[in-house]
């Protein structure tokens, strides 16, 4: 009956700066402190006493760490604050990134989406988060702030193992930055899952194709995955099968076969490997071909 | 160590100035310190909807809330204002009317999920009114009662709002 269970005691702080935080987890013993940020997974970890922090920080209250904002580059920046309930109302998202609103509007109800943030989805470092996979196939690079400054990384290499980042202990996840998107581009992110709703994705996969300028070449392919493997992971070797070729059945099926042999599934209660190998093989196909009709057609327009 | 933390949280339109416990989730203040009983508690994970609670007008379930975060937002639950609220007392009565009540457990969070979708869309189609309640689950499955009555809703507070 975790359910009913109190969560465990501890102490509460709400800073109002990064920079508060910043010096509130400059001591770095992780399970001394918790940052909190929507809670939709904190919580419930400390309700099955899979976390029991002596301090839980939360981040509501920062409010510098909520924004969406269009870069003087083109790109787009976003605070791992933003709710995805905000994501989706940001005009900028739903027409430059749209595999982003796509995506976001998959994760949980509108109770969820007004609380759980991206930051939140990003650093719980889960294989099913569905927010990660699309974010990579935007070439997606993060910021993690200290006390001791501040670097940015990639995405694709934020999860060394399963449920952990690259992240120090005295390190939070800050602000996600995407580049301007390319001409003749387009991608998508198909969730499978049991229900229509509500559910954890079963296998998750982000395609984003940039054609060249014939519009048939493809130029570059981003292959993601949730639930691929013990992490979201980039599938680069399969990228590369399609890299520079003429898009076309055949070529197709290498990728998905090369999406194979780079994913390794788990067997859990939802599915087992196998199944997931299935749909990781059907749904690579359908996800690239989905992206290459949508760029081409942008391609028709101009 | 005293636990206690002094803090004061606006719930329907009325301050509470409460000592609580900061692990204390806004579902178990409500109930339990604020004796607001309304608030149903049934999954504890996100799943059924039965605590949802508008906070600052944005639905969210209150089992997945610190009550701690809530201070300095404003906080509506199904008992309403005690003045009376009238566009939540029609949401009320066309769910009594269409026969969206069953056993009543999800009612409180069905309703207050759909004071927040009329807030933000006047008139949903089936399939938006379908897509708000996803995260609210009916054991008794009476969903086609609540879709009409969230229709009847709609359409008598838009009368409302001609005359
Ligand atoms: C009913 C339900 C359905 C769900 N459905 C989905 C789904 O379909 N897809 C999906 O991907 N997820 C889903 N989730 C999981 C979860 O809600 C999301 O992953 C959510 O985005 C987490 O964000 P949060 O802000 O609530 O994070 P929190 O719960 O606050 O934090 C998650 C973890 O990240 C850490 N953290 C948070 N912010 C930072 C930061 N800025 N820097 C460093 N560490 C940080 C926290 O310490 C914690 O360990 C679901 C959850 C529920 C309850």
Redesign the pocket.
């Known amino acids: 009956m975790t359910y009913l269970r109190r969560l465990p005691k501890f102490e509460y702080v709400g800073p109002r700066t990064l920079t508060e935080v910043c010096s509130l987890i400059s001591g770095g013993a992780p399970d001394d402190a918790?940052?909190?940020?929507?809670?939709?997974?904190?919580?419930?970890?400390m309700r099955r006493r899979e976390r029991v922090p002596r301090r839980v920080i939360g981040?509501k209250g920062v409010a510098e760490l909520d924004f969406v904002r269009e870069q003087a580059d083109g790109g787009l920046s976003i605070g791992?604050m933003t709710t995805?309930h905000s994501l989706l109302s940001a005009p900028a998202i739903r027409q430059r990134y749209a595999i982003l609103h796509e995506t976001a509007a998959?994760?949980?109800g509108p109770e969820?989406r007004n609380?759980?943030?991206i930051?939140?989805?990003i650093?719980?470092a889960?294989p099913?988060?569905?927010?990660p996979p699309a974010l990579m196939t935007l070439d997606a690079q993060i910021k993690l702030s200290s006390h001791r400054g501040e670097r940015w990384m990639p995405l694709r290499d934020f999860f060394p193992e399963f449920g952990r980042t690259v992240?120090q202990d005295d390190e939070?996840?800050?602000e996600i930055k995407l580049p301007r998107p390319a001409p003749y581009s387009a991608g998508t992110y198909l969730k499978f899952h049991d229900r229509q709703s509500?559910d954890?994705?079963v296998v998750g996969v982000g395609a984003f194709v940039v054609l060249d300028d014939d519009g048939r070449t493809v130029r570059e392919l981003r292959l993601a995955y949730a639930n691929g493997a013990p992490t979201v992971f980039r599938a680069m070797k399969a990228e590369a099968v399609l890299c520079g070729q003429l898009f076309g059945e055949k070529v197709l099926d290498a990728v998905a076969e090369a999406a194979c042999s780079e994913s390794s599934p788990r067997t859990s209660w939802r599915a087992n490997a196998g199944y997931r190998l299935s749909l990781i093989r059907a749904l690579t196909k359908r996800a690239i071909r989905r992206s290459w009709q949508s760029a081409s057609s942008q391609k028709g327009t101009k | 160590m005293n636990d206690l933390v002094d803090v004061s949280l606006q719930v329907n339109g009325v301050r509470y100035d409460v000592a609580i416990r900061p692990w204390r989730t806004l579902l178990e203040v409500l109930r339990e310190t604020l004796g607001m009983t309304g608030t149903k508690r049934s999954c504890g994970?996100?799943?059924c909807g039965t605590c949802s609670v508008l906070i600052d007008g944005e639905v969210v379930n209150a089992c997945?809330y610190l009550a701690i975060e809530a201070q300095g937002k404003e906080i509506e639950t199904i008992e309403g204002r005690p003045e009376g609220e009238p566009v939540l007392q029609q949401i009320q009565r066309s769910f009594a009317e269409k026969g969206a009540v069953q056993c009543g457990f999800c009612t409180p969070g069905m309703v207050i999920a759909t004071k927040a979708l009329l807030g933000d869309n006047p008139q949903p189609s089936e399939d938006e009114i379908r897509e708000a309640l996803v995260g609210h689950l009916c054991r008794c499955t009476g969903y086609v009662q609540i879709v009409e009555a969230i229709q009847d809703a709609a359409s008598r507070l838009a009368r409302e709002r001609l005359r």
Not at chain 1, 34 to 45: K, N, R, S, V
Not at chain 1, 128 to 131: K, N, P, Q, R
């Open positions: 918790m940052l909190l940020a929507g809670g939709t997974d904190a919580i419930l970890q981040l791992a995805l998959q994760i949980g969820l609380i759980a943030t930051g939140g989805n650093a719980g889960l099913c988060a569905d927010l992240a939070l996840l800050s509500m954890m994705t | 994970e996100g799943q997945l």
